[in-house]
C-alpha cells in the first residue's frame, strides 16, 4: 500500500470527507474528494479505485456517482458502493438500485442496510443497523451471487462473502460506532485495498476489515472516550506494517 | 438519553457536520444528517426531533430546510433552529423568516443572532457575537412570546426563556468560542434533549446548555489549547452520567 | 492578528471546511464560511479578506466563487487562491483561468499546481505534488509578473516571489502531508496574515508559511501519528506568540 500509494477517489457524504480522506492517508493511499459530474467523466480514469457513500444524497450528487461508477465501469476500475441507510427512504433505494446496475466490485454495510439493499425486510433506523450480522448473512450471499460483487456486512464481526466463500472478521472495538463516518471511512479504506490486490477482491476487503478493526483495537488501549478514540485510530494506522497486520489479524473461513 | 437513544435529524452547515454527529453519539443520540427536500418529507416523521442550522444556506439546502421543519410541524415534531450569522444577509433573514413561521420549538443563538431574529439592531460580524448576552434579554422575551418558542442566548452566561419563566446557565469555558462549530453542535444538543424531554422544552433546553457547558469545563482541565480541548469536549460528554450533571450544572431561575 | 481578529470569509472545499476554521480561531481570525452567489454579493465587502480554494467544485460552488472574487476586487478586498489539482481536470483549468482574471493578492499551490497554473507541463496525480518545489521556482515568478499575485510554492521548502522579490520558508515537518486538508488550511491563514499587513502582501505570506511550518515542527515534538499530530497543530498555533515565531522562523531571501 505505502509503496504504491494508489490514487483512491471518494465520493462520500458530507460527515464523513475529512476522516475518509485522514483514513486514506494514514494507511499510505492518496484521496481524491471530488464528485461533480462536470469533472469525473475526465478524472475517474486516472484513478486506480473509487468509493461511492451515499450518505446525504442530492440531485447533483447523485449524478456525480453515477457518472463516475459509470466512468470506472468503463474504465475497468473497481468501485466500491456504501449504500448509507438506504431503507430508509425511497430516493435511496432508487438511487442504489442505478448504482448497482453499474457493477460495484465490493458492497460495504451494516446488516441492516445489507438487508435493504438485497430486498429482504430490514429495520435500521437512520444510519445505525437495528439487526445483527447473522440476520444478514444470507441476504449477502445472495446479493453477491446477484451482483457479481463482493458483500461485506460489518459489525462486532463482520461477514465478507463473494458468493461462494465467505469469512468472519472478529477485528474491531465497541467504541468504533461512538464515531462518527467510521464506517465510510472503512468503504474508502477497502477501495484502497481492492486497488492494490486486484487480483482477489474478496481478500483485499477482509485484509482491510481486519486491518482497520485492529486499529481500532490499538487505538482503545490509550483511549479515554470516543474523541481521543479517533485520534488515536489514524495514528494506529499510520502505524500499521504488514507483520503487525498479519499477527493481529482474527480472520476465520465460514 | 442513552435508553431511548433518539433519532435526531439535523440540517447543519458544512463546518458543523462532523463535530455534530460525533457531539450527539457521544451524548447518547443516534444522528441522521440528511438534508434533501427529495427525502426528507419521507425521513423526517420517522425522527425524534429535528435541529436545523442555516449556517452555510444554498438555494437546495433551503428548500430542504423548509421541507423537513414543515414535515417536523405536521407529525408534531419538536424542531431547534439556529440562525447563525442571521443579520449578516439578508438572504438568511428571509430564510429565517421563513423558517420562524414553521414553529421552531427552540430557537439558539448568540446575542447578535437573537437580536437580529428579534428585529432590533445588532452588531455581529460573520459567526461571531459582538454584544453581550445581557443586552439580548429583552429581545430574547420577546421572541419567546411572539413566536411560542423557548429562545436560548449563549455565551459566557447563557440566558434562556420560554417568554414567562427565565434562566441563567453558568456552566461553560472560555476555550469553547476558540473551536469552531460547538454552538451549531450545541443546538442538536438541545434537539435531542428536547426529544427525550419532551414535557418541558424549556427545562429540556436549560439541560442540554448546563451539560455542554458542563464537558467544557472538564474538557479545559486537561487541555493545552484548542485542538486537544476539542478532543477531551467530546469524551467528557460520552463520559457524563445523570449524576455528575446535578452536580456540576450551575442554573439559576432568573 | 489577535488584537485585530480579521474577518475571513473562506470558499473552501468540504474536506477542509472544519480544519480551516479551526486553524483561523487557532491563530485568532474570525472565520466567515459562507459560499453562495446569492449572499456573498452582500458579504464580501464587509470582509477583511477572502480566500477561495477550489478543492471540491461544482458549478453553483464555482459561481459564488466568482462573485465573491468580483466582489472582493470591486471592494479594493484581498483574496487569495488555492487551485487544488488545477492539473487534473479541464473542468478546474477553466475555473481556475476565470478566477485569475479577478486578480487574487496572492496565489498558493504546491508545485504540480503551480506548474499547471502557469500553463507549464506538470505531473501532479489528484491533490499531492509530483514535481519538487525547485522545478516550479520559474514558473512561479512568470505567473506573479503576469498576474501581479504574490505565488507561494509549498511543500518541504516553500518559495515565494513576488515576480522581483523571492523568499524560501524552511520551517514544516514531514508529518504535515500525511494529514489532509492542510494545505487548503494554510491558503485560509495567509489570507488572514494579508488582512492584518495589507502593506507588504509578500511578507505577510512568508509570515504566514513560516508560521504554519513552525507550529508544525512544534506539533511534530509530541505526536505519536497524523491524528494526534493534527490535534496538537492547532494547540501549537493558538499558543504561538510573535516572538516565538521571530525566534523559530527559518526564512532566507532567494
Redesign the interface.
Known amino acids: 500500500m505505502r509503496a504504491r500509494a494508489p490514487?483512491v477517489?471518494c465520493i462520500t457524504?458530507?460527515?464523513?470527507?475529512?476522516?475518509a480522506?485522514?483514513v486514506l492517508?494514514?494507511a499510505g493511499a492518496?484521496?481524491?474528494?471530488?464528485?461533480?459530474a462536470?469533472?469525473t467523466l475526465?478524472?475517474t480514469p486516472?484513478?486506480q479505485a473509487l468509493s461511492i457513500n451515499i450518505?446525504?444524497?442530492?440531485?447533483?450528487w447523485a449524478a456525480?456517482m453515477k457518472a463516475a461508477a459509470g466512468a470506472a465501469r468503463a474504465a475497468g476500475l473497481p468501485w466500491v458502493l456504501d449504500p448509507v441507510?438506504v431503507g430508509?427512504?425511497?430516493?435511496?433505494q432508487a438511487l442504489c438500485g442505478d448504482l448497482l446496475a453499474l457493477e460495484p466490485a465490493v458492497i460495504r454495510g451494516n446488516a441492516s442496510e445489507i438487508l435493504a439493499l438485497a430486498g429482504a425486510a430490514a429495520r435500521g433506523?437512520?444510519?445505525?443497523s437495528a439487526d445483527p450480522v447473522e440476520a444478514a448473512e444470507a441476504a449477502a450471499r445472495a446479493l453477491a451471487q446477484r451482483s457479481w460483487a463482493v458483500v461485506a456486512v460489518t459489525g462486532p464481526v463482520d461477514y465478507v462473502t463473494d458468493g461462494t466463500r465467505a469469512w468472519r472478521v472478529h477485528n474491531g472495538d465497541p467504541m468504533m460506532?461512538?464515531?462518527?463516518?467510521l464506517g465510510c471511512s472503512l468503504t474508502a479504506l477497502v477501495a484502497a485495498f481492492v486497488a492494490v490486490e486486484a487480483a482477489d477482491r474478496a481478500e483485499a476487503t477482509v485484509a482491510a476489515l481486519a486491518c482497520f478493526g485492529l486499529a481500532g483495537e490499538i487505538a482503545a488501549r490509550g483511549?479515554?472516550?470516543?474523541?481521543?478514540f479517533?485520534?488515536?485510530?489514524?495514528?494506529?494506522?499510520?502505524?500499521m506494517t504488514p507483520e503487525a497486520l498479519d499477527l493481529g489479524a482474527r480472520v476465520e473461513p465460514s
Open positions: 490514487l477517489q457524504n458530507f460527515v464523513a470527507m475529512n476522516t480522506a485522514n492517508l494514514a492518496s484521496p481524491a474528494m471530488l464528485h461533480a462536470e469533472e475526465e478524472f486516472l484513478a450518505g446525504t444524497p442530492s440531485p447533483h456525480g441507510a430508509a427512504t425511497s430516493y435511496r433506523k437512520g444510519a445505525d460506532p461512538k464515531v462518527t463516518a483511549a479515554s472516550g470516543p474523541g481521543s479517533a485520534v488515536a485510530l489514524i495514528d494506529a494506522l499510520h502505524a
